[in-house]
T-cell receptor, first 113, second 111 residues
Framework: DTGVSQDPRHKITKRGQNVTFRCDPISEHNRLYWYRQTLGQGPEFLTYFQNEAQLEKSRLLSDRFSAERPKGSFSTLEIQRTEQGDSAMYLC???????????FGDGTRLSIL | AQSVAQPEDQVNVAEGNPLTVKCTYSVSGNPYLFWYVQYPNRGLQFLLKYITGDNLVKGSYGFEAEFNKSQTSFHLKKPSALVSDSALYFCAVRVGSKSTFGDGTTLTVKP
């Protein structure tokens, strides 16, 4: 399977801890997106990369959140000093161009104790 | 600002009957429109898209959607529903690189 993969699938941590998620996009896709999804809602845009450049960040992305895509391939999303409200599914997607559909990974479900 | 509305949280249909899942949007400019489906604990899967051209677009698994510019709608349809179509459906609008998703409609198809 050469789809988008995310690791880990589940993360349980205590409030105040730092967590890091990884996303491996489809190899030829230069566009990579991070979203957050909570129960009963659609995905909310967090940030977007074109190759290694982070071109757009949502206001939702507080200074505790940081994302990187150092070589234009895989990406990481780090949340520092986690809070209860960070509990959500974090989805990664990739696409080749803006008019092509996004291909989603199965997400990382974060639970804050 | 762009927004997407899916006015029905839940749609229930009997197997074999036609189904419609509604979507309206608000955006500046000409958007790209998409429908995705999500199964429990999985990411979203692409169903179909409208970029330009014919207002009726056909997609995966027998689904189709009709773009209506005057009503700013992009309703998802299927002539004959299957029990296996039961899932959560999302409409999305994209302008440039940014996508905005509706809050989803849960489709339940009963045998």
């Amino acid at each position: 399977d050469t789809g988008v993969s995310q690791d880990p699938r589940h993360k349980i941590t205590k409030r105040g801890q730092n967590v890091t998620f990884r996303c491996d996009p489809i190899s030829e896709h230069n566009r990579l997106y991070w979203y957050r999804q909570t129960l009963g809602q659609g995905p909310e845009f967090l940030t977007y990369f074109q190759n290694e450049a982070q071109l757009e960040k949502s206001r939702l992305l507080s200074d505790r959140f940081s994302a990187e895509r150092p070589k234009g391939s895989f990406s990481t999303l780090e949340i520092q000093r986690t809070e209860q409200g960070d509990s959500a599914m974090y989805l990664c997607a990739s696409s080749l161009t803006n008019d092509q559909p996004q291909h989603f990974g199965d997400g990382t479900r974060l639970s804050i104790l | 600002a762009q927004s997407v509305a899916q006015p029905e949280d839940q749609v229930n249909v009997a197997e074999g009957n036609p189904l419609t899942v509604k979507c309206t949007y608000s955006v500046s400019g000409n958007p790209y429109l998409f429908w995705y489906v999500q199964y429990p604990n999985r990411g979203l899967q692409f169903l179909l898209k409208y970029i330009t051209g014919d207002n009726l677009v056909k997609g995966s698994y027998g689904f189709e959607a009709e773009f209506n510019k005057s009503q700013t709608s992009f309703h998802l349809k299927k002539p004959s529903a299957l029990v296996s179509d039961s899932a959560l459906y999302f409409c999305a609008v994209r302008v440039g690189s940014k996508s905005t998703f509706g809050d989803g409609t849960t489709l339940t198809v009963k045998p």
